[in-house]
């Protein structure tokens, strides 16, 4: 939609966000959003309902987040790899199942650990106060915490106990970051680099990086997102046209006390408020030839 914006990370409860759907497509609304996308960690779950709330007045993306692991090129736990598919089929269901086995191991074994460490957290209190029962994760987890009193909210719980660098964290089995691209593309998919800063490397072995995620079909690099600074973005933007990635745009919104800064299609302090439809048609160009 010419002339408005345009968010294609964003995460609503379904995920470990905070606001439900409705709230979010209204927000966009508000914010002269006039193309979005929910890329819900590990599911595609909330798609239908946001196409029901947008109506005419905002066009949806399928989309999803998936983690990779990074094990193989760093021993760091810092190094975080994202993915983003967009206009992924349905048939992806069946590796996320696997996820969802991995997801659910991890919650049992960051219990013990936080037994271990003194926090008195049963498995049946993360499912009292768990937002779907049926898929409980780390968020699920912090909500609980903070139900019986360890921490204010969820976030500082999370912050406080489940934060990847504390005592507490267990690791998920993934896909290595080219498995994962690949894994995409062979369901409909357009894969993208979500916010390249979370990969702490430095510049050399960032491109190398980037290099070897392109020759395995990467589609593009979220380069508009609010904590990438002016020279990030010249540097993303060199990456892309060097390797011909699609420059994208995404808030990674969570709504609530979670990032509070990040509005939906503004980003912080109005640093993204990005309106360029080719990004969108480019996606939609090499989904097409995907399929």
Excluded: W
Aim: with cysteine; charged share 25%.
């Amino acid at each position: 939609m010419e002339g408005k914006f345009i968010d294609l990370h964003v995460h609503t409860d379904y995920s470990d966000g905070i606001d439900d759907i409705k709230t979010v497509i209204r927000k966009a609304k508000e914010n002269n959003v006039g193309t979005i996308s929910l890329t819900e960690h590990y599911n595609i779950a909330s798609y239908q309902e946001a196409v029901e709330y947008a109506g005419q007045d905002i066009e949806v993306i399928p989309g999803i987040e998936i983690g990779a692991d990074m094990s193989s090129y760093t021993d760091s736990k810092k190094h975080i790899c994202h993915i983003l598919g967009y206009f992924v089929s349905s048939g992806i269901c069946k590796v996320l199942d696997e996820y969802e086995i991995g997801r659910y191991d991890c919650v049992i074994k960051t219990l013990s650990l936080l037994k271990k460490n003194g926090v008195n957290i049963s498995l049946d209190d993360v499912l009292y106060t768990a937002r779907n029962r049926k898929s409980i994760g780390r968020f699920d987890i912090a909500i609980a915490l903070a139900y019986l009193g360890y921490a204010k909210t969820p976030q500082e719980a999370y912050g406080k106990y489940l934060d990847h660098k504390g005592k507490n964290y267990v690791e998920r089995n993934k896909l290595s970051p080219t498995e994962l691209v690949d894994t995409i593309l062979s369901y409909g998919g357009v894969p993208v680099l979500a916010h390249p800063k979370s990969l702490h490397m430095n510049d050399e072995r960032k491109k190398a990086f980037i290099e070897e995620l392109a020759n395995a079909g990467l589609r593009g690099i979220e380069v508009y997102n609010p904590n990438n600074n002016e020279a990030q973005r010249e540097y993303y933007l060199l990456l892309c046209k060097e390797y011909d990635l699609i420059p994208t745009v995404g808030s990674d919104y969570h709504g609530g006390n979670r990032k509070p800064e990040i509005v939906i299609g503004h980003g912080i302090n109005d640093n993204l408020c990005i309106s360029d439809t080719e990004m969108v048609k480019k996606l939609k160009m090499y989904a097409k030839n995907v399929y």
